[in-house]
């Protein structure tokens, strides 16, 4: 499909490539994206490539390979500067302990971030580092606001460039520049923007996507990215055998040499079958292109929008169209009765920790908006 094609009606394009479109109105690409229904033929070739054992390394390993230029296409970066882990939580805990902690060091991290960044925070506050919260105002966080709590010993600054509670998009360059203006590395939690927004990842030390929302991939793999810049600084706080120039050197109970890209944070065998499955889904994302489906989904989400707003419930996404992602959500005590309302509906969101969430991606359409829209209009008496 080319990017004209998308652009003039991109869910009927998709739609009949994933079944679960079939099922009902789905709304929560930003837990858990469908499954492409050609992701069972990648599986399949996966299985034939297993089935020969160590025969079949070789495919494998050129599939690892292709995946690293595709995500080095979609975060338009090298191939060298990514490489692949477990999940987003892995990354950043990867990038945590990268770091040479000192007593009296900081971390800075915002209050719309995801739980596992504030129990990374608290975790690190148990060895003396002082962790700093970011207040969001008016459901944004701005770089400014994180400037003001950035020092000389504030050592990693973690922040989401969408943000999993209210689809706010932190400017990323901008907070760059704010973080590096006092030494700071910076950790970009892209896990629900990689696939929705345009991403320009070598503004970040460190950025890390789960490949199961956004990416239309599967569970237990993520994209890691690596500043380059970072080679001769930060080194992986574990040595991997793929980390490593030479696995087999006579003198390897002495020494090691790094790698001196982002393949030095990998650390054993990785996960085939999801790559198996990345590589067919950044090949569609790709082919579409980021730009479309990112243009899409902002016109469904300035759809919910208004139409929150006319059912008189004030969202905690925020109003300017630049400064979101593909997530909107309001705050309610209901989230639970609402969830289950619209699931009995046949309408799949989220609803938890005070909030229902919805999150149109590249197989919905307007109609589906509508959908919500209409089924949520019960509930508003006490859902704002």
Not at 27 to 45: G, K, Q
Not at 256 to 273: I, K, S, V
Not at 295 to 308: P, S, Y
Request: some cysteine; aromatic content about 8%.
């Amino acid at each position: 499909m080319t990017n004209s094609q998308a652009g003039v009606a991109l869910p009927s394009a998709v739609r009949n490539q994933f079944a679960g479109t079939k099922e009902g109105t789905y709304l929560n690409t930003a837990a858990e994206s469908l499954f492409m229904d050609s992701h069972r033929d990648a599986l399949a070739r996966y299985a034939d490539r297993k089935s020969l054992g160590a025969a079949g390394r070789e495919a494998l390993v050129s599939v690892e390979n292709h995946c690293r230029e595709l995500v080095g296409q979609l975060l338009h970066v090298s191939p060298s500067d990514i490489a692949f882990l477990a999940s987003t939580s892995r990354g950043l805990d990867v990038a945590i302990k990268s770091i040479d902690w000192q007593l009296g060091d900081n971390i800075v991290v915002a209050d719309t971030e995801f739980p596992t960044t504030a129990f990374a925070a608290v975790h690190l506050s148990e060895r003396g580092v002082e962790r700093r919260l970011v207040r969001s105002e008016d459901s944004a966080v701005q770089p400014t606001a994180f400037a003001e709590q950035i020092d000389e010993r504030t050592r990693l600054v973690v922040a989401s460039l969408v943000s999993y509670k209210n689809g706010f998009k932190i400017d990323l360059p901008e907070l760059s520049q704010v973080a590096h203006a006092h030494g700071a590395l910076l950790f970009v939690d892209a896990v629900q923007a990689a696939g929705a927004v345009e991403i320009a990842a070598e503004a970040a030390d460190f950025l890390c996507a789960g490949t199961y929302k956004w990416l239309l991939g599967a569970h237990g793999l993520a994209a890691f990215y690596v500043n380059p810049s970072l080679a001769e600084r930060i080194h992986p706080p574990y040595v991997g055998y793929r980390g490593v120039v030479d696995l087999f050197a006579a003198d390897r109970f002495e020494r090691y040499t790094l790698l001196p890209d982002a393949r030095r944070f990998e650390e054993g065998m990785p996960n085939y079958l999801g790559l198996h499955v990345l590589e067919n889904a950044l090949t569609v994302v790709l082919d579409i292109g980021v730009d479309t489906i990112s243009e899409h989904n902002a016109r469904l989400v300035d759809q919910a929008m208004t139409g929150l707003l006319q059912l008189g419930i004030e969202p905690l996404t925020p109003k300017d169209p630049t400064s979101r992602g593909a997530i909107v959500s309001f705050e309610t005590n209901r989230e639970a009765e609402i969830t289950a309302g619209l699931a009995r509906a046949g309408i799949g969101v989220w609803g938890r920790d005070g909030r229902v969430r919805i999150a149109p991606a590249l197989y919905n359409t307007p109609e589906d908006v509508d959908m919500f829209l209409d089924h949520l209009q019960p509930f508003i008496g006490g859902a704002a």
